[in-house]
């Protein structure tokens, strides 16, 4: 399984920015995918994850602020992520799971800078 991250970059406090995660190779298994998110001198911390049945899960940092989506033709997930703070700043990771074997798979990172 390979997953394609991109959509990052530098956005002002209160702006808005749309993250994409394709995946591709045997992904058959795959149920979960998500976001996790690392800052700098900070552990890689989950942001958002959706099933493959739309059920998501939220970090409290980002609830009512992030929306997770999942476009199954596509394989795609999009964190749709608004009002968006400096402490949002981080390298936000795509993650997906294969449901059977538990193989976890990371995308390659994504630069988001909050910052005026």
């Known amino acids: 399984v390979q997953l394609q991250a991109s959509g990052g970059g530098l956005v002002q406090p209160g702006g808005s920015l749309r993250l994409s995660c394709v995946a591709s190779?045997?992904?058959?298994?795959?149920?979960?995918m998500g976001w996790y998110r690392q800052a700098p001198e900070k552990e890689r911390e989950l942001v958002a994850r959706i099933t493959t049945g739309d059920s998501t899960n939220y970090a409290d940092s980002v609830k009512g602020r992030f929306t997770i989506s999942r476009d199954n033709a596509k394989s795609t997930v999009y964190p749709q992520m608004a009002s968006l703070k400096p402490e949002d700043t981080a390298v936000y990771y795509c993650r997906a799971v294969n449901y059977r074997t538990g193989a976890v798979y990371w995308g390659q990172g994504t630069l988001v800078t909050v910052s005026s």
């Open positions: 190779g045997n992904i058959f298994d795959i149920r979960t």
